[in-house]
């Protein structure tokens, strides 16, 4: 894949010079590289946010070049699974109810089956008692982990994580770096997180090194 | 969450209730907008009513009169002029040429609630030394208070008026120093005298037509008017009042008589009461205008605030149409919440209205009523302004690109 983009001035820049990646089914791999290599770049293109400038991308075996934006966002709901570094629950409604929302907006309408799920999943991230609170009643650790809780609602084949301990501290990051690993072993999602933490790359199976838009390295932790 | 609403709702609603303060003022600056629409409508409506009424109360709606006499310039038989001077002819007054016939195919039309044949004519009222200068009015009363209300107006006695009897009006009675039970003397121009009874006396609201009007039986009027057996008009009552012109046209056109609806009758009255409905309108117009921009920047604000939470929520599958359904209902629950607080609003300003706005006496100085339909048109009304002004910030929400949102 390549993407480029265009300034205001008409200077078209690549930022991604033919990215050829593949992720097999429960993968843990970690995303490293200096700041403008273009790792965030190439998570959106993954996560269907944005397009490829050329070449393609195939998710479970479905090629998705010529699908439109609302199948591109339906697909992406039910396949990806996002956790960002700010954590980016929405404010406005409670944390069972942010671990919902994808299957809201997947089927329309509440029902008793999503509830439960989503109920079983904070249970499994260990927020059954915060269940009921807002976003602004959370710690920063138990916010990223109901975003967790809310990737995996769709039952993903992908779970892209960018910097999904870089706002927490040692202790908490790695008790949300164990749950991830405890969801890809009982789960076989495959993740792809993106770290600048070197400690936490070498605990992941894969680490993929982007520099300048290119892969340089790709091997598993030394 | 409640399990009926599908997400677009339940995200629309937690958005208005998160941004409490917002939302709170934007509904009430919708609510004072549509309060001064519906008080406005309301005062007008019940004004021009009762204008309408006022003036309505002593006139037909249609009047049909014979047609005017022409002079025509003389010709001789090759069609040169011999008298080119034409002078204009004084009208006399002329029965309606078969007017049981046209009564009967005007009282045929739908469109007419009533027929009333009127013998009626110039005359003088005499009592001891007082003169009084009349409009006779000579009645068919069982018809001719479908067309003029008449029978509610009576202040004195009743509206009766066999052989002998007359109606007048209180200003007339005053004049002459009459009440009910007195003689009056009424002679025509011509020199035709008969003594009346006066049984009832009315009041239609009109100083002059209660000093002019005195009503008598058709065949009384037509003998001292000397038209025996003719009438001199025929008024009408209509269903719809606002189509006496077209009305009036079509059957002069039919009947080759004259005929003058209430509309030309009062023309400057009409003219005066349709700039009224137009200026409100236009006031109208510019408060739904200045509602729909606050509601529009309120959103177009919202849309920015949240425009991290609409990448999240792209991000995790929504489409561009849930976005924009999300804040065109937006506009649609400000819109509506807005509307019901201004309806509130305007009852409570109108029941103030009616406690200070009294006659002397302490009657209201005229009914004014909120009509539920006016609250339901001011309803849907400020609803769909509220989903037109949100077009613009929730096509902003739609088009919003989710990797530039999250990361912003």
Redesign the interface.
């Known amino acids: 894949m390549r993407k480029s983009y265009r300034s205001d001035a008409g200077v078209e820049t690549e930022v991604l010079h033919g990215i050829d990646l593949r992720l097999a089914r429960g993968e843990f791999a970690a995303l490293i590289g200096p700041s403008g290599s273009g790792k965030?770049t190439l998570l959106?293109l993954i996560?269907l946010?944005?397009r490829p400038s050329a070449g393609s991308l195939s998710i479970d075996g479905q090629a998705t070049a010529s699908l439109d934006?609302?199948a591109l966002?339906?697909l992406?709901?039910?396949r990806i699974g996002?956790v960002?570094q700010y954590h980016?629950l929405?404010?406005?409604?409670s944390a069972l109810?942010n671990v919902?929302?994808?299957m809201?907006?997947?089927r329309?309408?509440?029902?008793?089956a999503m509830r439960a799920r989503a109920a079983g999943l904070l249970e499994q991230v260990g927020l059954h008692a915060q269940m009921d609170n807002r976003p602004g009643q959370l710690s920063g650790g138990q916010q990223q982990r109901v975003a967790i809780a809310?990737a995996l609602a769709?039952q993903p084949s992908l779970v892209l994580a960018d910097e999904p301990t870089g706002n927490l501290d040692t202790r908490t990051a790695d008790g949300v770096f164990a749950l991830l690993r405890e969801v890809n072993a009982t789960l076989a999602t495959s993740f792809l997180i993106v770290t600048h933490d070197p400690r936490l790359a070498a605990r992941c199976d894969r680490i993929v090194e982007l520099v300048d838009g290119a892969i340089v390295a790709d091997a598993p932790p030394v | 969450m409640h399990p009926w609403l599908p997400f677009e709702w339940i995200a629309a609603i937690r958005f208005l209730r998160e941004g409490r303060m917002q939302s709170v003022l934007i509904i009430v600056g919708v609510g004072v907008g549509v309060s001064v629409i519906v008080f406005m409508s309301a005062l007008l409506s019940g004004l021009q009513a009762n204008l309408l009424a006022r003036t309505l109360a002593s006139q037909a709606h249609i009047v049909v009169l014979p047609p005017e006499d022409v002079a025509r310039p003389l010709r001789a038989q090759d069609d040169a002029l011999l008298g080119p001077l034409v002078q204009k002819q004084a009208q006399r007054l002329r029965s309606i040429d078969q007017w049981q016939r046209i009564r009967t195919r005007l009282a045929a039309m739908p469109a007419i609630a009533g027929v009333s044949p009127v013998a009626s004519g110039p005359a003088f009222a005499v009592r001891g030394d007082a003169n009084k200068s009349i409009t006779l009015i000579g009645i068919e009363p069982e018809h001719y208070v479908r067309v003029v209300d008449i029978a509610t107006r009576i202040v004195g006695g009743q509206l009766r008026v066999n052989a002998g009897e007359a109606v007048i009006g209180i200003e007339l009675a005053k004049d002459l120093g009459a009440g009910v039970g007195d003689k009056l003397r009424i002679g025509s121009a011509d020199g035709i005298t008969d003594t009346f009874l006066i049984t009832g006396l009315f009041d239609l609201g009109s100083k002059s037509v209660n000093a002019r009007n005195v009503y008598v039986s058709l065949r009384a009027a037509q003998s001292l008017l000397d038209l025996v057996g003719g009438v001199s008009s025929l008024d009408l009552a209509l269903h719809d009042i606002y189509a006496a012109e077209i009305l009036a046209q079509r059957i002069a056109d039919d009947t080759g008589l004259q005929a003058d609806s209430w509309i030309r009758t009062n023309a400057q009255f009409f003219t005066a009461l349709s700039s009224q409905s137009v200026s409100s309108n236009v006031i109208r117009f510019f408060v739904g205008l200045s509602v729909a921009f606050g509601i529009a920047s309120v959103l177009v604000v919202s849309v920015v605030q949240r425009s991290r939470e609409i990448g999240i929520l792209r991000a995790m599958g929504a489409t561009r149409g849930q976005m924009l359904r999300t804040f065109l209902l937006q506009g649609g629950v400000v819109g509506l919440l807005g509307s019901l607080l201004g309806s509130a609003l305007a009852w409570l300003f109108l029941s103030l209205w009616q406690v200070f706005a009294r006659n002397p006496d302490g009657t209201p100085m005229f009914e004014i009523a909120v009509a539920p339909g006016l609250i339901a048109i001011a309803a849907g009304g400020a609803t769909a302004v509220g989903i037109l002004a949100a077009l613009i910030p929730a096509r902003r929400a739609a088009a919003l690109d989710p990797v530039v949102a999250i990361r912003g």
């Open positions: 965030s959106n996560g946010l944005d934006d609302d966002a339906r992406r709901g039910q996002f960002f980016h929405i404010p406005a409604f109810e919902m929302m994808p809201l907006i997947e329309g309408r509440p029902d008793q809310r769709m």
